[in-house]
């Protein structure tokens, strides 16, 4: 123990023998363990406000559908009554539970619209517009005109693009076509523009209307049959717990998807997006890596008069190892604590300011399906910062390790005692 | 050949040579060196620059080893032995005074003159009060929390003398210890020197190419080219 603990000083001590260098070793690792913390904070930050951005446009945190929609889609796959029912008993009895904001329900179509200057296809989404209006954005996406008013009134709100396309504005009206959800026959439904809406998001615009789901379950011949429901939770980071209490709960019958499944391309994007940033961030670590590398290295071969004293001393050579390690974790540990906070500072920062997207593009910038909010707040989780720092320590430890082997093979003895 | 087991010796070589081979060169720094030091000896190697000396003091102590030849400290066979245990022996049973930068920078005199103990894992309480009072007795109160940097070339040897002495080791080797002090220190340290081996019965082996220093040993081995000249033992004068 007392050896330890002298090995442990001498190692703090010889840090600060040449300070100069130290400093800067330290410094530039905890500077680039800032950077990379920043980086982090922003990446996930993004990635939230893209996951957030896409559950507000329609997405959901879990989604409770028939067994098989997800991947074959199928007017004709919706979710009974009665099942309806049992979703909802689930998300009321364990709201507090999970966190649940909101539960929805929502109907899909593929469809035709056409005015007197031209068709289009459309997806049509057939929504509770009173909920929808707590947790999603669509109404805050009008250029012009209102929002669905939630009666069964024929309203429709439409994309941008198809406004552009049928020469539509609000007031004006235009045919809606749909095929019957449980039958071959065409349903036809004369719809009164209510607004115009603009996401950013180029696809959505060009060809998705909005109605009351009462008018498309009408529409459709659904009677109380829905496609989705749709379940939004205060955090983010619950989906998948969530989505697996449905699973457990409400058995085979229905398909339960947490946002991961649900918006695979998104997920993906985020999946390539962090590999990318991983392989920005390993290379410039390495550089790094070969900083302190070489700090170690150079610091026991000037040494190398005191290592032959500690063994003639009787320091044993697993001592000396212990000690050239013991300097690189003192280093390891002064960078952690200043790089993160560095890095914590960085992100703090940003998580106030918000790091302005128009500094990089000039328009609206859209990525696996979902938009990139044209501010981006970061979120720096511990988990982030706990993996960050062990990075340094497992790098730092492996870097020391020829040193270490340096300073604890066999000494030249001659060297002792000469100036 | 007698085996290891059988002498009573506290340090023996046998026919030991040490060569370094450099290149095309080879030097001889040893050539079949025997001898043998009991328990209580004061030895000093003399012999010019080059004879050996620091290379003979080294391999005593497992520092480097034999080409040829024994070393037996005690009753180990150091060719046996591996680095690690080399160590540990050195730690347990050796001490060590150089010409010069004996002491590790980073730490006071105290904690220098407390290291051996310290590794040896010694408990706080006596520990710190054998080192005032060794240190007390080599001169240095009022100096312990001094770094090595901010004492005289005497002061430090005064230090490592309280090292070696600290951690009562049977044999202390000390390879030109006064050749950089200025005459009244080298005595006075010499004179230390000389009370412990008299007081504690601590053997020591120091070399030397200084006559005056020569003269306070009991015991003078001569070394040129590597070889032993002679091996003679002096009347013991009061000091
Ligand atoms: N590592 C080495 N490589 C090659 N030759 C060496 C090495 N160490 C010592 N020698 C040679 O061995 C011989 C003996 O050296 P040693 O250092 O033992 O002498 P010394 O008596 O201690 O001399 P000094 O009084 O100058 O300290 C010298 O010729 C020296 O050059
Ligand atoms: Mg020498």
């Known amino acids: ?419 | 050949m007698s085996n290891s087991k059988t002498t009573g010796s506290l340090l023996r070589l046998e026919g030991v040579s040490r060569q370094y081979t450099q290149g095309e060169e080879t030097v001889h720094a040893l050539r079949d060196v025997t001898f043998e030091a009991d328990g209580g000896e004061f030895i000093a190697i003399a012999g010019p620059s080059g004879s050996g000396k620091t290379t003979l003091l080294n391999l005593c102590a497992g520092l480097d080893r034999p080409t040829a030849g024994k070393v037996w400290l005690g009753n180990r066979d150091l060719s046996e032995l591996n680095r690690h245990q080399l160590a540990r022996l050195r730690l347990e049973e050796v001490g060590f005074i150089f010409q010069a930068f004996n002491l590790i920078p980073v730490l006071s005199a105290e904690e220098n003159a407390e290291f051996i103990l310290l590794l040896r894992g010694m408990a706080g309480e006596t520990r710190r009060a054998k080192i005032r009072a060794l240190l007390k007795e080599v001169g240095l109160e009022g100096l312990e929390s001094r770094r090595p940097g901010q004492l005289s070339g005497g002061q430090q040897q005064r230090v490592a003398v309280a090292r070696a002495i600290a951690a009562e080791p049977k044999l202390v080797l000390a390879d030109e210890p006064t050749a950089n002090l200025d005459t009244e220190t080298a005595f006075s340290l010499l004179n230390l020197m000389d009370r412990l081996n008299r007081e504690h019965g601590t053997t020591f082996l120091f070399s030397t190419h200084d006559p005056r220093v020569m003269q306070r040993a009991h015991r003078i081995i001569h070394l040129l080219d590597g070889r032993i000249e002679s091996d003679e033992r002096v009347a013991v004068e009061q000091a």
């Open chain 1, 1 to 419: 123990m007392n050896a330890l603990r002298i090995i442990i000083i001498i190692a703090w001590r010889n840090l600060w023998r040449n300070p100069r260098r130290t400093v800067l070793t330290a410094g530039t690792v905890s500077l680039g363990l800032g950077l990379l913390l920043v980086f982090l904070g922003i990446g996930d930050g993004s990635h939230r406000q893209m996951i957030q951005g896409a559950v507000r446009l329609g997405g959901a945190h879990v989604a409770v559908q028939a067994v098989g929609y997800q991947e074959r889609g199928g007017i004709e796959r919706t979710l009974s009554a009665e099942q309806i029912a049992r979703v909802s008993s689930w998300a009321q009895s364990n709201r507090k539970q999970l966190g649940i904001t909101q539960v929805l329900s929502r109907v899909f179509a593929s469809g035709l619209v056409s005015s007197a200057d031209g068709a289009t296809g459309v997806r049509v989404i057939g929504l509770e517009p009173a909920k929808e209006k707590g947790v999603s954005s669509f109404h805050e996406k009008l250029i012009r005109g209102d929002f669905l008013i939630s009666t069964r009134d024929n309203t429709a709100v439409i994309g941008e693009g198809v406004a552009r396309k049928l020469k539509l504005e609000p007031g004006e009206k235009f045919v809606l076509m749909v095929q019957a959800a449980h039958s071959p026959e065409i349903q036809s439904l004369l719809l009164r523009v209510a607004g115009v809406m603009r996401t950013g998001l180029e696809d959505f615009d060009q060809a998705t209307i909005l109605i009351p789901l009462p008018t498309a379950q009408q529409l459709l011949k659904l009677g109380d049959e829905v496609h989705q429901t749709a379940i939004v939770l205060d955090q983010l980071e619950h989906s998948q717990e969530a989505a697996e209490d449905g699973k457990r709960r409400l058995g085979p019958e229905v398909e339960v998807l947490s946002w991961l499944d649900l918006m695979p391309e998104l997920r993906d994007f985020i999946k390539i997006d962090d590999g990318g940033s991983y392989v920005f961030n390993s290379l410039f670590f390495m550089i790094i890596a070969f900083l302190v590398a070489n700090t170690l290295l150079m610091s026991v071969l000037e040494r190398r008069r005191e290592f032959a004293l500690l063994d003639a001393l009787g320091f044993t050579p697993v001592r000396r190892f212990l000690l050239v390690i013991l300097e690189a974790v003192w280093i390891a540990l002064l960078s952690v604590a200043a790089g993160t906070g560095l890095g914590y500072a960085g992100h703090l920062y940003f998580y106030h300011r918000g790091l302005p997207l128009s500094l990089f593009y000039s328009s609206e910038v859209s990525a696996g399906g979902a938009l990139i909010d044209p501010v981006i707040y970061s979120h720096l989780t511990w988990t982030r910062i706990f993996g960050a720092a062990q990075l340094v320590f497992a790098l730092t430890f492996l870097l020391a390790l020829l040193p270490a082997w340096r300073g604890a093979k066999g000494q030249d003895a001659h060297l002792l005692g000469q100036a």
